[in-house]
């Protein structure tokens, strides 16, 4: 099998954690992990403190591959999964052999995004979601803050919280739209 990434290179027998087995590039340090593995892995160490500690940064430049890939293993076009809202990387995984492609330090990423024990439910149609309305809501937080700057936006912030939580809020909204 060849990475994916960098086409020629032979994928090697290898380890992303010292029982979780993947077949990597010796030359991006991407991964490929089998999910069936990776989930036994995930249920063995279930119990595991995931916790890195506030000061855990990444320190290996994390690059996600921009282009469409292929599996290794059946040359099918992988899928590609965002991981979180925060960043911008996303995990691609193959329909047909259930294989995840991690490209250099994406497996130290979703360990500081507290994922690395939960990284199939990032492959869910509501995580992906739930990612969007994220980006979409700082998008419009964003704009907003361009427009009224940082500290009229934390003004209307308050409010909003302030509404969503008073008992007569459809009567204070009418009272607003009534202007």
């Not at 506030?54 to 890939?69: F, L, M």
């Not at 419009?140 to 803050?145: A, D, F, N, S, V």
Request: aromatic share 6%; glycine share 6%.
């Amino acid at each position: 099998m060849y990475c994916p990434k960098c086409k020629g290179t032979s994928l090697r027998a290898s380890r992303i954690e010292a029982d979780l087995p993947a077949a990597g590039c010796p030359t991006c340090n991407g991964a490929l992990v089998s999910l069936l593995y990776y989930r036994d892995w995930a249920e063995r160490h279930a119990n595991d403190t995931v916790s890195l500690g506030a000061d855990h940064t990444v320190t290996e430049e994390v690059q996600d591959t921009n282009t469409a890939i292929t599996c290794p293993k059946c040359t099918r076009l992988m899928t590609k999964y965002k991981m979180s809202g925060c960043v911008a990387n996303r995990l691609d995984v193959c329909p047909g052999c259930d294989e995840a492609w991690l490209d250099g330090g994406e497996w130290e990423l979703l360990k500081a995004l507290e994922l690395s024990h939960k990284m199939p439910v990032v492959f869910t149609e509501q995580w992906q979601r739930n990612i969007r309305k994220q980006i979409a809501e700082e998008t419009r937080r964003g704009i907003l803050r361009k427009t009224i700057g940082e500290e009229s936006l934390q003004r209307a912030e308050e409010f909003k919280e302030w509404l969503q939580e008073h008992s007569h809020r459809n009567d204070i909204l009418v009272y607003l739209h009534a202007e």
